[in-house]
């Protein structure tokens, strides 16, 4: 199977080929170079979204039970290790994530309608 030549290429001289193949090439690294930064940024983005909610996240914690600021490290774990496994504490996460779950499906479904009617608002 041979493959049909390019009249655009064919009428380049040698150089100009050459010089559009080394502008081809540079072209290349520069894309590739732009997504290892955006594959960076998007690593760092994620990074401090998940450290902003780990901290929120205890800070609640901490609210719910103030006492617990003066637990030692082992002493929090075994703390949680006990409520993770009350199947009263399973069920009331559950049921959030279901209701946040059926939440964002609603909300995703009215946006849906809106963009379908072509309602900006």
């Known amino acids: 199977m041979s493959r049909a030549k390019?009249?655009?290429?064919?009428?380049?001289s040698l150089e100009e080929l050459k010089a559009n193949m080394e502008k081809s090439r540079q072209e290349l690294e520069v894309?590739?170079?732009?997504k290892n930064l955006l594959e960076q940024r998007k690593k760092l983005v994620e990074r401090r979204e998940r450290s902003h909610r780990l901290i929120v996240k205890?800070?609640?914690?901490?609210?719910?039970?103030?006492?617990?600021?003066?637990?030692?490290q082992e002493e929090f774990q075994e703390v949680m290790n006990q409520m993770r496994n009350s199947s009263y504490n399973k069920s009331v996460v559950r049921q959030n994530y279901i209701a946040a779950s059926q939440k964002d499906r609603q909300?995703?479904?009215?946006?849906?309608?809106?963009?379908?009617?072509?309602?900006?608002?």
Not at 6 to 12: A, G, L, T
Not at 31 to 34: D, G, K, Q, R
């Open 6 to 12: 390019n009249p655009k290429y064919e009428s380049m």
């Open 31 to 34: 894309a590739i170079h732009n």
């Open 58 to 72: 205890g800070a609640e914690f901490e609210k719910a039970f103030p006492l617990s600021r003066d637990l030692e």
């Open 107 to 121: 909300e995703i479904a009215e946006a849906v309608k809106k963009t379908e009617k072509g309602d900006d608002s």
